[in-house]
């Protein structure tokens, strides 16, 4: 805000703003310190007057008593005072006035000096007032009489003042004697001390300002005044300190008197303060004028500095505008120049400072950055970087450099670069190269590039590539050398060398095809594969070959196919190369694999054979006894028609529907022969389209002669939908009986009312088809489950140990699970889960 | 069930094979005799009236209750019904206990017709008899009903071959009174002589 304001204005502003707080400082200490010498003044001065009005007044007093003891020594009143005429006389007063003086008063009594009682009285040695002379003509108050004799009575006193009805008055009393001296009463005067009285015992003083008064100090009310007018009887003496200085003094010389009356001198205020202020108005003219000179000073001296001060900045912004090439500094010329001043030197140095720590950093950052490339590259570089001098001693060694010939930095630091690591019979070429670079850089030439022998810290030679850059510098010329291992390189050359060579080594069939099926390389063993493609190296592959390599390429995940050729058997590993996009094809031949294979399929089919077989002895009485029933039906039918022949009964429809009948049961009994036959023979394993409900229902009847042995029947829970699949319909038969067999075996300790046998079929959620069987027998305990499909193992004494095993070989035989879950002590589930024929099933729905 | 048929004796057939089933009602009926044919035990007691004439063929091995089984119920309900059980193999444990529970013949399959029909006949003979036995015991038993406590009091003592005289210590009462009370139990039972009493009091009991 101030910067706005030239310095001459600022100048004036604070000039006149000081001078204006310092003159009303001034001036009203002046005016305390007048008022006070004045007031010490005028209160000598009142004490001084008071003093001396008193004194006149009580002179003015004193005069009366004279007044009083000439009247009463003078012959005059000797005279009058004869015993035997005045002391006779009535006791009525005698009343005087102006018209009729007394005969003892003196004629010439001069009244000079103002004295002027008021009333003059006899009274005789009784007290009694025998005469009274009042000098203006007015009555004497009634009752002061009686209280002037009380008085007089009370105190021997010759002169006092005393209160009637709120007026004081002088009372003087003096003894009167007649001629024989004899004691004859005394002469009372009494005076009001009224306005008139105190303004004659005040009459020589010429300073008229001047008010003397009787105070009653128990009231504070002023009882009678020597000036009336501006001082009032009764009224009260705060009202009068307003306008009056009032000193109050007690009587003297008035000793026994009870009257507590003061004395007071008032002195008008008025005409001091006039004198003051009279004082106080020309101190401050001068005041005035001397502060108007200082300032006026002041302000010139100002302007004279600020056009100074504004040239100098003049100077200076135009020395940093050259200098600094700052184009501030606009508004220069306007405002306070010493402020502008000031911001300006201040912006000036941090201009100033700004610059060098410009200056200073981007030094610094380029230094620092161009060792950080240079570290940067060092440590970063896969080859090891060397930087020698003229002599070949090492300055610098890189990281790379220390993991390479396994020299720590402060180690090779000063060592010959020859010496620590090349062979010995490389230094001479290393020599010479050195040699050639500096040849070569004069010229402007290329890096010079050569194969050395290294040598390691723990004595390894190694070859190495190295190159040569001679780099001068001002004050020396050093060498940088990069080196590369090539030891590794060169075992990796070594070895893909090799490695080409390996398919060809290989005794099994390797072959590579391309994208479009082409064999671009087969190695000899595969000849019999070529021979069974019918095609050679570099031809193209049968059509569904080819669409197999396309697929492999195409999923990116290898695959193995079989191929049977005339030679035997090959599995082919087809691994994708897909990012060069072939394929590797490794053939095994697995012909003995596969003869292994079949001949153990063929040991197992005999072995289920054999199991059948042998459960077909176990079942022997119960096929015997199924076989009974159809040939026990034909009989009965055959003697029942014989009988009816004979005895010729029965009509012929009834006959031959009998005949119909023996005719079925021959063919159940064949059916159950033809099944035996079939679980009996020994053949190979089929697979055909069967509904697992038909077969279910099949076994139990198969079962049906056990079952009622074991008095009970199988509950039947078969799912109405036919449940296509394809299996060997014997071998899961066979795995049926066995598992309703083991029920039935399960449950002869239960009683034969509460044995329960279910079988059921359906399809389960994960699509697969299932027919289990469940039983309430004992259970199975949980350490018989884990050897539940085990061969040999068996809880039965009879049993081999091998009907388990069998079924869970048939039924992975037929891709599908076998599983069992029990509840010892409740029975047991046997699930057989296996795959639907989903395309049969819709075609025989079909 | 009419008179007729009630009086006329039928082969019940219970058998779960159909066709077993079937050719023995082919076979039986060829003699004459009706046939009823049950698939079940159950079936048969479900359908079957006690005091029918005629005679039950079992096959021992059935599903649910088995033909000894079923020969066993029937005992412990006091039905009389003569059984000739028929079995695929016989083996003798069974024989034993079917002829021991009342069987009248055990047939082995495939047999003989002659052998089942003469077994049939045998059966139905011996039903007819156990039939008349039992009816008479039925009216012996009225007969007793009929007596007064005293009546029957003097009855035992007469079949217990007491005198009269006996008698009539016995109870404390005259011979004469015992005359007479003889005499209503004799009239009361309808038996001729006292030989005839003695006999009828023995049967009843006997069955008991």
Known sequence: MLRGIPLPALALAFGVLTGLALWLVVDRLQTRALSHIFDQALESQLDQQARESLIRFDEYRRSFAHLARLVATHRRMADYLDPIIWGRRSSDTLQYDRDHTPPWLPDDLTWQGGISPAYFSLVDPAGQIRELYSSRGAALPVGLIGEVNGQLVAANRRSFVTLFNDRPWLIVTEPTEDNARTPMGSIVILSPIDDAFLSASQQFVKSSNNVVAILDPDAQRILASSSPVSVVAGSRLAALRRDYMVTAQSFFDYDGSDMNLLFATLLPRASFERTGQQVLDLERRQRLIGAAVIVSAFVLLFVFMSSRISRLLRRVSQLSRRALDVPNSGPLQHGNQLLILEEWIRDFVQLVMRAREEMRRQHE?????????????????????????????????????????????????????????????????????????????????????????????????????????????????????????????????????????????????????????????????????????????????????????????????????????????????????????????????????????????????????????????????????????????????????????????????????????????????????????????????VRELVDLNVLARETCSMISHELKRHELAIERR??????????????????????????????????????????????????????????????????????????????????????????????????????????????????????????SAVSAAS | MSEANQSKPVVFVVDDDQAMRNSLKWLIESVGVHVESFSSADDFLAQYQPGRAGCLVLDVRMPGMSGLDLQEHLANRNIHIPVVIITGHGDVPMAVRAMKSGAIDFIEKPFNDEVLLDAIRRAIAHGEQQRSHHSEHLQIQQRLQNLTPREYEVMEMVTEGKSNKEIANALGVSAKTIEAHRARVMEKMQAGSLAELVRMVLAVNGAD
């Not at chain 1, 009998?658 to 394993?685: T, Y």
């Not at chain 1, 296509?724 to 049926?736: A, K, N, Y």
């Not at chain 1, 305990?781 to 095993?805: I, V, W, Y």
């Open chain 1, 718 to 839: 078969l799912s109405e939908d036919e449940l296509w699949v394809r299996v060997d319909s014997v071998q899961i038969e066979q795995v049926l009986i066995n598992l309703l067999r083991n029920a039935l075996d399960a449950m002869i300790e239960v009683p034969a009312a509460e044995r329960r046998l279910v079988i059921e079929s359906g399809v389960q959620p994960d699509g697969m088809v299932y027919v289990c069987v469940q039983d309430n027998g004992s259970g199975i305990s949980s350490r018989n489950m884990e050897h539940l499909f085990d061969a040999f193992f068996s809880t039965k004494e009879s049993g081999m140990g091998m009907g388990l095993a069998i079924s869970q070989t048939i039924i992975n035989n037929h891709h599908g699970k076998i599983r069992a879950d029990s509840w010892p002590g409740k029975g047991s589930v046997f699930t057989i889960e296996l795959p639907p024929n989903i395309d």
């Open chain 1, 365 to 685: 950052t380029e230094l620092l950055e161009t060792e950080k490339l240079r570290v940067a590259i060092m440590d970063a570089s896969l080859d090891a970087i060397v930087t020698v001098d003229e002599r070949g001693g090492i300055l610098d060694f890189n990281p790379t450099a220390q993991e390479t010939f396994d020299y720590r930095h402060e180690e090779a630091i000063g060592r010959s670069f020859s010496e620590l690591v090349v062979a010995p019979k490389s230094r001479d070429a290393f020599e010479r190269l050195l040699y050639l670079s500096l040849a070569g850089a004069d010229q402007g030439g290329a890096l010079q590039r050569a194969e050395l022998q290294a040598v390691a810290r723990d004595g390894r030679v190694f070859p190495v590539e190295l190159s040569i850059k001679p780099v001068f510098l001002e004050e020396q010329l050093v060498f940088t050398l990069y080196l590369r291992d090539i030891a590794e390189r060169k075992v990796r050359e070594a070895e893909i060398r090799s490695l080409a060579a390996f398919p060809s080594e290989s005794p099994i069939p390797v072959l590579r095809i391309n994208g479009r099926g082409v064999i671009t390389y087969a190695n000899q063993p595969s000849a019999a594969l070529l021979k069974h493609w019918g095609c050679r190296p570099l031809q193209t592959l049968p059509v569904n070959w080819r669409n197999r390599v396309e697929a492999v390429l195409q999923t990116g995940s290898t695959k193995e196919f079989e191929v049977q050729t005339d030679d035997g058997i090959y599995s082919l590993l087809l691994a994708p190369v897909a990012e060069l996009g072939y394929v590797n094809v490794y053939a095994r031949d697995i012909t003995s694999e596969r003869l292994a294979e079949e001949e153990a399929k063929r040991r197992q089919n005999e072995l289920v054979h054999v199991t059948r077989v042998s459960n077909m002895g176990e079942m022997a009485t119960g096929i015997a006894h199924e076989l009974n029933q159809p040939l026990s039906a034909i009989v009965n039918y055959a003697n029942g028609c014989a009988r009816r022949l004979r005895l010729d009964i029965g009509g012929k429809d009834e006959l031959l529907e009998a005949l119909g009948q023996i005719s079925d049961q021959a063919g159940r009994a064949g059916e159950i022969i033809k099944r035996l036959r079939g679980m009996v023979s020994r053949r190979q394993p």
